[in-house]
């Protein structure tokens, strides 16, 4: 049976993988093929808007890289010479490779040898002549990245023209207590943020919404401050990427979850723009 790839289909499963799998993005304009490190649905947070489906706490499982390597290599070649475009009804205009993401069900960085993982596929798209047309990103919560493994796979991810883009829902530590449930304190985010930026371009990427506390006037006003530190200590933000919820989060708080309006996310974009800073709004 045909199968139809859509922007609002995002069954990772879908091509029966288990560490590749395509989307097709509204956000990126064509298909994003995402790299999973984590089968085993393991971070080291928990967000409460997370669609994880039956997330845990941990890290990503030891990687089969002789099944990572085979799955993306049959899998480019399945997308640029054989007929998967037409197996899942893409529509036309989105038939493009936009980019490659390291997105997985928990947080990538966890990953024993993420060095290697980030290099492998760097390699790999390089050969099947992906990149450089097609982008390279990789979407993490920045917490892990005191370890060396962490530092050496955004100097790949750099050497391959990649982006990394920082999860950053709140400015406090009370925050990050209430969105991620994570201890993350304000001098560990900030030496993060730095030591990122040094390593390969980054973005932020905050998921706005509201539950309790989160984005009340004082949570946007510590954010601004923040990003005022950020600038004034010559920290390099490529891109401020403001976004809400858009499908149903598989965490108990899912039901008290309010997204934010366009009009309320434009309003804040203005205050950011107005620091300097390149913003980006997604509904
Ligand atoms: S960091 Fe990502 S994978 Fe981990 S809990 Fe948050 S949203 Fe889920």
Redesign the pocket.
């Known amino acids: 049976m045909t199968q139809t790839l859509n922007t609002t289909n995002h069954d990772r499963d879908i091509a029966g993988l288990k560490y590749v799998y395509p989307v097709i993005s509204r956000r990126a304009g064509g298909l994003s093929i995402g790299i999973n490190f984590?089968p085993n649905n393991a971070?080291?947070?928990?967000?409460i808007?997370?669609?994880?489906p039956e997330?845990q706490r941990g890290n990503a499982p030891e990687m089969d890289f002789a099944l990572l390597e085979q799955e993306l290599r049959f899998f480019l070649d399945y997308v640029r010479h054989g007929d998967f475009f037409e197996q899942f009804n893409v529509e036309i205009h989105q038939r493009v490779i936009k980019d490659i993401a390291i997105s997985?069900?928990?947080?990538p960085t966890s990953l024993k040898d993420f060095d290697k993982a980030v290099r492998l596929i760097g390699e790999i798209a390089t050969e099947s002549g992906v990149f450089p047309a097609s982008k390279f990103v990789l979407?993490?919560?920045g917490s892990l990245l005191h370890q060396t493994t962490v530092q050496a796979g955004l100097t790949e991810l750099a050497r391959y023209h990649g982006e990394l883009w920082f999860?950053l829902d709140s400015a406090t530590e009370q925050g990050r207590k209430l969105v991620?449930?994570t201890g993350q304190s304000q001098q560990k985010l900030l030496a993060h943020l730095k030591l990122a930026a040094s390593l390969c371009p980054t973005k932020l990427q905050t998921c706005m919404l509201h539950y309790g506390q989160a984005w009340s006037d004082s949570e946007k006003q510590a954010y601004l401050a923040l990003l005022r530190e950020v600038r004034d200590s010559d920290i390099a933000l490529q891109q401020i990427m403001l976004y809400s919820i858009a499908r149903q989060s598989f965490q108990p708080e899912a039901g008290k979850l309010e997204k934010m309006s366009l009009e309320e996310m434009n309003a804040f974009a203005a205050d950011i723009k107005a620091l300097g800073y390149d913003v980006s709004v997604a509904s």
């Open positions: 984590n971070c080291n947070w928990r967000c808007y997370c669609q994880v997330l997985g069900n928990g947080e979407i993490s919560n999860k991620n449930n």
